[in-house]
T-cell receptor
Framework: DTGVSQDPRHKITKRGQNVTFRCDPI?????LYWYRQTLGQGPEFLTY????????KSRLLSDRFSAERPKGSFSTLEIQRTEQGDSAMYLC??????????????FGPGTRLTVL | GDSVTQMEGPVTLSEEAFLTINCTYT??????LFWYVQYPGEGLQLLLK?????DKGSNKGFEATYRKETTSFHLEKGSVQVSDSAVYFC?????????????FGSGTQLTVLP
């Protein structure tokens, strides 16, 4: 069973640049989630997909953030015009959505973003 | 809104000591409850879960019981090892309705000394 994978693991960028992260969920999972984690805090929800439909977005997701899941498989999270406050660990998770344990989310290793 | 409160860390124990990390929640309804563990530089790993009142989740010697009357889900282990050093997160989720996201506590850093 291949787990959730994320790419890249680390990204260093300069303020104002655009960055894109990729997440590949567990293959049979139809739900995919993005979270952001800052140092010393628990993860905070950003957005959620069921198949290719983006069903929920947190108010943390400003208009500089956009997420897609075009074919209901992998997902991308893009941040435009990065700011230093965007520095964080971006975590992706997936779940099956089934009746048995369907709300259990499995996390990838995360992408650590540093904005200089 | 829904929230999770964990005991503040850091917690430092000697190997083979007994561990308790307190977690309480505030929620309208009956969520599922989880403990996740995060090792340095890694993502979150599911440690255990409980989906209804009085359920006990267990894994790798860790246990937690869903207590509806005290809205708690305290994590326990009888004898910790150095390899248990990590950050532990308590979280909740609702399985029905529109909300699908996990709500996390702020985490408790555990260091186990040999």
């Amino acid at each position: 069973d291949t787990g959730v994978s994320q790419d890249p693991r680390h990204k260093i960028t300069k303020r104002g640049q655009n960055v894109t992260f990729r997440c590949d969920p567990i293959s049979e999972h139809n739900r995919l989630y993005w979270y952001r984690q800052t140092l010393g805090q628990g993860p905070e929800f950003l957005t959620y997909f069921q198949n290719e439909a983006q069903l929920e977005k947190s108010r943390l997701l400003s208009d500089r953030f956009s997420a897609e899941r075009p074919k209901g498989s992998f997902s991308t999270l893009e941040i435009q015009r990065t700011e230093q406050g965007d520095s964080a660990m971006y975590l992706c998770a997936s779940s099956s959505g089934g009746l048995q344990g369907g709300n259990t989310q499995y996390f990838g290793p995360g992408t650590r973003l540093t904005v200089l | 809104g829904d929230s999770v409160t964990q005991m503040e860390g850091p917690v430092t124990l000697s190997e083979e000591a007994f561990l308790t990390i307190n977690c309480t929640y505030t929620a309208t309804g009956y969520p599922s409850l989880f403990w996740y563990v995060q090792y340095p530089g890694e993502g979150l790993q599911l440690l255990l879960k409980a989906t209804k009142a009085d359920d006990k989740g267990s894994n790798k010697g860790f246990e937690a019981t869903y207590r509806k009357e005290t809205t708690s889900f305290h994590l326990e282990k009888g004898s910790v090892q150095v390899s248990d050093s990590a950050v532990y997160f308590c979280a909740l989720i609702f399985s029905s309705g529109s909300a699908r996201q996990l709500t996390f506590g702020s985490g408790t850093q555990l260091t186990v000394l040999p």
